[in-house]
Structures are given as C-alpha cells and as structure tokens.
C-alpha cells in the first residue's frame, strides 16, 4: 500500500501532511491529519485560516438520544444515528452564525428507535431548511430505520434529502 506524502494544489503549491500542533511558516499550506482540513501558517501553531474543510464520512458514528439535539462542528461528515426510543424527537440545525459548518457539509442521520425524527432550524427565519418532505421546511424521517442526509449549500441554506415524510 502507497502512502501520500503530500498534496499537490491548484497552483502547483505542494502541501505536507501535518499533525494540529505543526509550526508552518507564513503561507505554507499543510494538510491536517487529525482534522483532514487544508490550512495556511502563520508562522505558528495557530492556523492563521481555512482553505478547505470537508472531512467526509467519518468512521466513527455518534449517537444522540435526547429528544432534541442540535449539531455540532464535529458532527460534519458523520453519520448520526438517532436512538431515541419511541419518543418523538427533534434535530436542530443551527445558524451559521452559531455552529459555521463550511459550504458542502454533509451529515446524515437514521431513525434507529420508533420515535418520528423531525428535522428542522433552530432560527427559522434565519436559516432555511428545504426537502420533498409535506412540510418542506421541517421533514420528518418516514419510519424506524429511515435515513437522510442534510447539505450545506449556502451561507444559511441546508437540504434534507432521502426517506423523508
């Protein structure tokens, strides 16, 4: 098995794979290992900021058993699987301002108990949530085991798609 050593960028700039705590000079860019994110130095261990970020699927899978969860940074690329028993339960999506998931995020969700999962925004005049579901601005999962994924496509813009009431 191949190991890549580093990341060619559009402008030919190469990129080196680098653990959270590596020093990069001033505008070298590195590739983050334990976060999976393109970042530039600022001369230290502090990012000075984000060219990228979409970690993908994570292996791990969290689990939230409440009746209401609203997600999290770390929440990005996962898959989320809602255990909540037969109680009804919902999953908040947070403004941008509050929780800044970058353009692209994918996070998906399953129905594991019996409990209707809906799906909605914490502020809905603020963010806006749209789906196939018959109310489009809060889908709920169709049944036990059901799944979606929600997408980040704008700044305050998210869509629900897959086994949505």
Same mark, same amino acid.
């Given at each position: 098995?191949?190991?890549?050593?580093?990341?060619?960028?559009?402008?030919?700039?190469?990129?080196?794979?680098?653990?959270? %705590? $590596?020093?990069? @000079? &001033?505008?070298?860019?590195?590739?983050?290992?334990?976060?999976?994110? *393109?970042? =530039? /130095?600022?001369?230290?261990?502090?990012?000075?900021?984000?060219?990228?970020?979409?970690?993908?699927?994570?292996?791990?899978?969290?689990?939230?058993?409440?009746?209401?969860?609203?997600?999290?940074?770390?929440?990005?690329?996962?898959?989320?699987?809602?255990? %909540? $028993?037969?109680? @009804? &339960?919902?999953?908040?999506?947070?403004?941008?301002?509050?929780?800044? *998931?970058? =353009? /692209?995020?994918?996070?998906?969700?399953?129905?594991?108990?019996?409990?209707?999962?809906?799906?909605?925004?914490?502020?809905?005049?603020?963010?806006?949530?749209?789906?196939?579901?018959?109310?489009?601005?809060?889908?709920?999962?169709?049944?036990?085991?059901?799944?979606?994924?929600?997408?980040?496509?704008?700044?305050?813009?998210?869509?629900?798609?897959?086994?949505?009431?």
């Amino acid at each position: 098995m191949s190991v890549i050593t580093q990341v060619q960028l559009r402008r030919g700039t190469a990129a080196s794979w680098v653990s959270a %705590n $590596s020093t990069l @000079a &001033a505008g070298e860019v590195g590739f983050e290992t334990d976060t999976l994110k *393109f970042k =530039i /130095g600022n001369g230290s261990t502090a990012w000075n900021s984000l060219v990228y970020a979409n970690p993908g699927i994570n292996q791990s899978t969290p689990t939230f058993s409440t009746n209401a969860y609203t997600l999290v940074t770390s929440d990005a690329g996962n898959i989320l699987l809602a255990s %909540n $028993s037969s109680i @009804a &339960a919902t999953l908040n999506i947070p403004t941008n301002a509050s929780v800044g *998931f970058p =353009i /692209g995020t994918q996070i998906t969700v399953i129905q594991t108990g019996s409990g209707q999962i809906t799906i909605q925004a914490v502020t809905s005049g603020t963010t806006t949530v749209n789906s196939t579901g018959s109310t489009a601005t809060t889908p709920k999962l169709r049944a036990q085991f059901s799944s979606a994924t929600l997408i980040k496509t704008a700044t305050d813009t998210w869509y629900v798609v897959g086994d949505v009431a």
